[in-house]
């Protein structure tokens, strides 16, 4: 009798804890499409305080004042509210680890309708809009241990279609080397990185093999803007990279100016001797992701935003 008391209790106890997490979840997804990060923030402040063509200076002001108006008016402040994906890193002692992905579903459910999050999310192939900005493995997750703990990291990012669409990857062939590297980012720069709403947030995955390339190319775009690769070589590139697409001038919006890109980040795995795979993912200037860390008793620290009880 004690036992089904007990287990009863637990059942309740774990749903509780359940509906409270995706409350804090939706409620975070629902102020990021509002509120930049702050790092995020602070690189637009520095990228309008080097323009010197007024127009561009222009353009930074309208970005400033669209971001203080999306917080007053509590409205998103893109109509493309993207489509939601997540990098989850979940340590083996979390409580509620089974249930995380519909606990992630409900979360995006419950923040489309209270942000609102423009419905974006269309089944492929059939062609219909599901209305609730979920689907077919949507929203998209990507899972990581977070070893030796017991908390829950999650990095919440809404993906654009604009900044989605340069969106790219090859897998060089043996010679190529690092000038390949180099030559294919700049391409993608110089044919898509005008669509994207600049400046960008370059995320480059190197790997051995298209799949590993295309993921870290996204990861490095979770990371905070313009941190570096430990690795010094790596991080050197990063540096070169930048002031390469910085010459590009395309300015905020792509209406040229001084600079082009808030950073460039690079992430990368050993590889196969013979095989150099590269991919490019793009963050637009109003680049929204958020990281969560949510300790087992469900209270958190924000990484990226203050100014918010979840
Ligand atoms: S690229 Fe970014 S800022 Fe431009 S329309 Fe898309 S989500 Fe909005």
Same mark, same amino acid.
């Given at each position: 009798?004690?036992?089904?008391?007990?287990?009863?209790?637990?059942?309740?106890?774990?749903?509780?804890?359940?509906?409270?997490?995706? !409350?804090?979840?939706?409620?975070?997804?629902? %102020?990021?499409?509002?509120?930049?990060?702050?790092?995020?923030?602070?690189?637009?402040?520095?990228?309008?305080?080097?323009?010197?063509?007024?127009?561009?200076?222009?353009?930074?002001?309208?970005?400033?004042?669209?971001?203080?108006?999306? =917080?007053?008016?509590?409205?998103?402040?893109?109509?493309?509210? $993207?489509?939601?994906?997540?990098?989850?890193?979940?340590?083996?002692?979390?409580?509620?680890?089974?249930?995380?992905?519909?606990?992630?579903?409900?979360?995006?459910?419950?923040?489309?309708?209270?942000?609102?999050? !423009?419905?974006?999310?269309?089944?492929?192939?059939?062609?219909?809009?599901?209305?609730?900005?979920?689907?077919?493995?949507?929203?998209?997750?990507?899972?990581?241990?977070?070893?030796?703990?017991?908390?829950?990291?999650?990095?919440?990012?809404?993906? +654009?279609?604009?900044?989605?669409?340069?969106?790219?990857?090859?897998?060089?062939?043996? +010679?190529?080397?690092?000038?390949?590297?180099?030559?294919?980012?700049?391409?993608?720069?110089?044919?898509?990185?005008?669509? =994207?709403?600049?400046?960008?947030?370059? $995320?480059?995955?190197?790997?051995?093999?298209?799949?590993?390339?295309?993921?870290?190319?996204?990861?490095?775009?979770?990371?905070?803007?313009?941190? %570096?690769?430990?690795?010094?070589?790596? =991080?050197?590139?990063?540096?070169?990279?930048?002031?390469?697409?910085?010459?590009?001038?395309? +300015?905020?919006?792509?209406? $040229?100016?001084?600079?082009?890109?808030?950073?460039? %980040?690079?992430?990368?795995?050993?590889? %196969?001797?013979?095989?150099?795979?590269?991919?490019?993912?793009?963050?637009?200037?109003?680049?929204?992701?958020?990281?969560?860390?949510?300790?087992?008793?469900?209270?958190?620290?924000?990484?990226?935003?203050?100014?918010?009880?979840?």
């Amino acid at each position: 009798m004690a036992t089904t008391t007990r287990t009863t209790s637990g059942r309740t106890d774990m749903t509780d804890q359940a509906t409270r997490l995706t !409350r804090m979840l939706a409620r975070f997804t629902d %102020h990021i499409s509002k509120h930049l990060p702050w790092d995020v923030e602070q690189r637009l402040t520095e990228l309008a305080a080097a323009e010197t063509d007024q127009r561009a200076r222009m353009i930074y002001d309208t970005m400033r004042r669209n971001q203080e108006l999306a =917080a007053e008016l509590d409205r998103p402040s893109c109509q493309d509210t $993207g489509l939601v994906q997540i990098m989850a890193r979940v340590g083996d002692g979390f409580p509620l680890r089974d249930r995380l992905p519909q606990i992630f579903r409900q979360a995006v459910g419950t923040a489309t309708r209270t942000a609102p999050l !423009r419905h974006n999310t269309v089944e492929t192939f059939d062609e219909v809009n599901t209305g609730t900005n979920t689907g077919t493995d949507s929203p998209w997750v990507y899972w990581a241990p977070l070893p030796g703990s017991a908390d829950l990291e999650v990095d919440i990012y809404l993906a +654009g279609g604009g900044c989605s669409l340069p969106g790219q990857g090859r897998t060089l062939m043996p +010679g190529e080397g690092y000038e390949g590297v180099v030559d294919f980012v700049l391409d993608v720069m110089v044919s898509y990185g005008v669509n =994207a709403c600049p400046p960008l947030l370059v $995320g480059v995955g190197i790997g051995s093999s298209i799949d590993a390339a295309s993921y870290l190319s996204k990861r490095a775009l979770m990371r905070p803007v313009r941190s %570096h690769n430990p690795n010094e070589r790596a =991080a050197r590139l990063e540096d070169e990279l930048e002031t390469a697409i910085n010459a590009l001038h395309l +300015g905020p919006q792509g209406m $040229g100016g001084e600079n082009s890109v808030m950073g460039v %980040h690079i992430e990368n795995s050993a590889r %196969h001797p013979s095989v150099l795979s590269v991919a490019v993912n793009t963050g637009c200037w109003s680049h929204r992701r958020g990281t969560v860390r949510v300790h087992p008793d469900l209270s958190y620290e924000l990484l990226t935003h203050e100014g918010v009880e979840l």
